[in-house]
Each structure stands twice: as structure tokens, then as C-alpha cells.
């Protein structure tokens, strides 16, 4: 799910850039993320970086 959710945010990053509704769907997904026991957090700190 998380993946998922990271992949999707990407393209939003990539199609509308740094808009205030895409930031604010970014920190939704970092709470989701953060707040969830099994996270593929090495990917999603990646994706992070690059951002």
C-alpha cells in the first residue's frame, strides 16, 4: 500500500508540481506511512530524497 501510495504522489509531483493540494496530500501519505508497523521505508525515504 505504501508503494503504492509513494508511486502515485509521484506522478501528482510530476504532473502538477509542488501545488498546496498536492503538499497536503504529501503529508497525509507521511502520516499514513509513519503511523503504520510494516513500511517500506527505505523506498519511501528514497523517493523522499529525491523530491
Do not use: A, P, W
Not at 506522478?11 to 510494516?38: A, C, F, H, P, W
Amino acid at each position: 500500500m505504501e508503494s503504492e501510495l509513494v508511486d502515485i504522489l509521484s506522478k501528482l509531483y510530476i504532473k502538477y508540481g509542488t501545488t498546496d493540494e498536492v503538499l497536503k496530500l504529501s503529508r497525509v501519505i507521511d502520516i499514513l506511512v509513519v503511523n503504520k508497523q510494516k513500511v517500506t521505508f527505505q523506498n519511501y525515504i528514497n523517493f523522499k530524497r529525491l523530491n
